[in-house]
């Protein structure tokens, strides 16, 4: 007889989760910068003005949520020991991910409300880049198997995805 697996965590659910989540994150800051562009009133394209400190301060805002993004997911996978379970290495993979995934989420949605504020499209532009950025993010199977090092038994048991993990 077949074994229900509805209630179980399964390397397809995780997937299906993680993709669901990563799509969550990114979704709220794309639908902000349309609404803030389509209720702009006169946005332009100004990268002269000196004394607007927000040229400084977003671009460091959006470097510094990429490198510390990837920085923190790196770390935490490296606590990650071969002799953890696939079960507990998936679920420190999910929290890498979303720590890195609402880092950058912050940055852009900082980004696009300052443009909302200023008008300058700078901002703008730099808010969507990060977007881009968090969409190359998507978690795939292959990205997981990757980041986590997943060899032999683990990976042949990531591959049936519906199968019970543990």
Same mark, same amino acid.
């Given at each position: !007889?077949?074994?229900?697996?509805?209630?179980?965590?399964? /390397?397809?659910?995780? *997937?299906?989760? !993680?993709?669901? $989540?990563?799509?969550? *994150?990114? %979704? +709220? /800051?794309?639908? $902000?910068?349309?609404?803030?562009?389509?209720?702009?009133?006169? /946005?332009?394209?100004?990268?002269?003005? +000196?004394?607007? =400190?927000? @040229?400084?301060?977003?671009?460091?805002?959006?470097?510094?949520?990429?490198?510390?993004?990837?920085?923190?997911?790196?770390? =935490?996978?490296?606590?990650?020991?071969?002799?953890?379970? $696939?079960?507990?290495? $998936? %679920?420190?993979?999910?929290?890498?991910?979303? *720590?890195?995934?609402? @880092? @950058?989420?912050?940055?852009?949605?900082?980004?696009?409300?300052?443009?909302?504020?200023?008008?300058?499209? %700078?901002?703008?532009?730099?808010?969507?880049?990060?977007?881009?950025?968090?969409?190359?993010?998507?978690? +795939?199977? /292959?990205?997981?198997?990757?980041?986590?090092?997943?060899?032999?038994?683990?990976?042949?048991?990531?591959?049936?995805?519906?199968?019970?993990?543990?």
């Amino acid at each position: !007889m077949a074994q229900k697996t509805s209630n179980q965590f399964t /390397p397809g659910g995780f *997937i299906k989760v !993680m993709s669901f $989540l990563h799509l969550g *994150i990114a %979704t +709220t /800051p794309v639908i $902000l910068a349309i609404l803030f562009y389509f209720n702009a009133e006169d /946005p332009e394209l100004d990268t002269s003005d +000196t004394n607007d =400190i927000f @040229l400084a301060i977003v671009p460091v805002v959006a470097l510094a949520s990429i490198f510390l993004g990837d920085f923190i997911f790196k770390k =935490i996978l490296r606590s990650v020991s071969q002799k953890n379970g $696939l079960r507990e290495k $998936l %679920t420190k993979f999910q929290t890498a991910s979303i *720590i890195k995934y609402a @880092l @950058l989420e912050g940055a852009s949605l900082f980004s696009i409300v300052i443009f909302s504020n200023t008008q300058n499209l %700078t901002y703008l532009i730099i808010g969507v880049v990060l977007i881009g950025y968090l969409y190359l993010q998507r978690p +795939t199977k /292959p990205k997981i198997e990757s980041a986590l090092d997943l060899k032999g038994a683990e990976k042949a048991k990531f591959d049936r995805t519906h199968e019970p993990v543990d």
